[in-house]
T-cell receptor, first 114, second 114 residues
Framework: AQSVTQLDSHVSVSEGTPVLLRCNYSSSYSPSLFWYVQHPNKGLQLLLKYTSAATLVKGINGFEAEFKKSETSFHLTKPSAHMSDAAEYFCVVSDQRGGFKTIFGAGTRLFVKA | NAGVTQTPKFRILKIGQSMTLQCTQDMNHNYMYWYRQDPGMGLKLIYYSVGAGITDKGEVPNGYNVSRSTTEDFPLRLELAAPSQTSVYFC?????????????FGPGTRLTVL
């Protein structure tokens, strides 16, 4: 069975400081992993995805994530937070059985202080 | 390209009423999905479709029905609304159902059942 755990429900950072949003997963198959962002009252938007190619994945808006199989982690990072990064972030795992076996994490809300 | 559109944006229903949430995509995607998002939880899959005329249950299908008569449209029907169906509903689509495929989300419908 596959699952995904986002280790923090809320993260607060100051503008200009690094962002770290943590995600651990489990999967019986070779997983694909995604990070989606949801701004208030909006739908989810893809930030980046890992699909068994390079383990360090770069996404939009300066975000990146590293797939670490030994640690079953896929943490999202950004060197310098911007006010516009304030949103909810979802870590998502999907295995080779297809998109309808996609599991969403509970989400991490990122607060950015001026 | 409008992407995935959903109507209505908001709706209040009384217990026992019925309604249809509309979803349309203009990307010619074969796969479409309906999710619900409850506070503090990740998205849960209600139903999905792999093409016109083909639908299947997801993780939480009870109390809902779907149809897919065209590639573009994937309406979700609530027959007898219950307070437990108070949630935010997201429609999504993807070009294929593979594990690596990005899902594109609509802006959501916020439903309250009183």
């Amino acid at each position: 069975a596959q699952s995904v755990t986002q280790l923090d429900s809320h993260v607060s950072v100051s503008e200009g400081t690094p962002v770290l949003l943590r995600c651990n997963y489990s999967s019986s198959y070779s997983p694909s992993l995604f990070w989606y962002v949801q701004h208030p009252n909006k739908g989810l938007q893809l930030l980046l995805k890992y699909t068994s190619a390079a383990t360090l994945v770069k996404g939009i808006n300066g975000f990146e994530a590293e797939f670490k199989k030994s640690e079953t982690s896929f943490h999202l990072t950004k060197p310098s937070a911007h006010m516009s990064d304030a949103a909810e972030y979802f870590c998502v795992v999907s295995d080779q059985r297809g998109g309808f076996k996609t599991i969403f994490g509970a989400g991490t809300r990122l607060f950015v202080k001026a | 390209n409008a992407g995935v559109t959903q109507t209505p944006k908001f709706r209040i229903l009384k217990i026992g009423q019925s309604m249809t949430l509309q979803c349309t995509q203009d990307m010619n995607h074969n796969y479409m999905y309906w999710y619900r998002q409850d506070p503090g939880m990740g998205l849960k899959l209600i139903y999905y479709s792999v093409g016109a005329g083909i639908t299947d249950k997801g993780e939480v299908p009870n109390g809902y029905n779907v149809s897919r008569s065209t590639t573009e449209d994937f309406p979700l029907r609530l027959e007898l609304a219950a307070p437990s169906q108070t949630s935010v509903y997201f429609c999504a689509s993807s070009s294929a159902g593979g594990s690596t495929d990005t899902q594109y989300f609509g802006p959501g419908t916020r439903l309250t059942v009183l």
